[in-house]
C-alpha cells in the first residue's frame, strides 16, 4: 500500500472504529486494498454523502492523498461531486484489483475506478 493508516494496523481485535480514530468507510476501502494488494485505499460499497466530510477528514489527518472508488452503485455521480465540492479532485479512471479471486483462480481481477486525489483543507 502506498499510504499505511498505523491506527488500523495498531488496532487490538474487538475495537471499534470510533476507538481506532478512523471512519469505519475510509477503514474497510484500506482493508479491501490491502487484501486485494491495491496501492490505493478503494471504495467498493457505497459512500453516504452523510459521512463524505468525515471520511475526508479522516483522510487528511491519517495522511492519504489519494483513493479509487470501484463501487458501481446508484448515484455515484452526486457522490463524487460531493467529494470535488470538499476539496478533491477526480483524476481520471485507473484499474484496480478486486478483492476476492474467482473460484480456481489465485488472480484478482482488474475491474474499472475513479481515482481521487484530496487536497490540503
Known amino acids: 500500500m502506498k499510504y499505511t493508516i498505523e491506527a488500523i494496523e495498531n488496532a487490538k481485535p474487538g475495537m471499534r472504529w ?4 478512523c471512519h469505519w468507510t475510509l477503514g474497510q476501502a ?3 486494498s490491502k487484501e486485494a494488494g ?4 478503494n471504495f467498493a460499497e457505497v459512500i453516504w454523502d ?15 492523498k489519494e483513493f479509487t472508488i470501484s463501487s458501481t452503485f ?14 478533491c479532485t ?3 479512471i485507473v484499474k484496480v484489483k ?23 483543507a
Not at 491495491?38 to 485505499?41: G, I, S
Not at 452523510?50 to 492519504?64: F, N, P, S, W
Not at 478486486?98 to 490540503?120: C, N, Q, W
Open 74 to 87: 446508484s448515484s455515484l455521480i452526486e457522490t463524487i461531486a460531493k467529494f470535488e465540492e470538499l476539496g
Open 30 to 32: 484500506y482493508l479491501y
Open 98 to 120: 478486486e478483492r476476492y479471486t474467482h473460484f480456481g483462480s489465485d488472480e484478482h481481477a482488474l475491474i474499472p475506478a475513479f481515482k481521487m486525489t484530496v487536497k490540503e
Open 38 to 41: 491495491n496501492d490505493l485505499p
Open 50 to 64: 452523510y459521512d463524505i466530510e468525515a471520511i475526508l477528514e479522516d483522510c487528511r489527518k491519517l495522511g492519504v
Open 18 to 21: 470510533e476507538e481506532i480514530g
Open 90 to 92: 477526480l483524476d481520471g
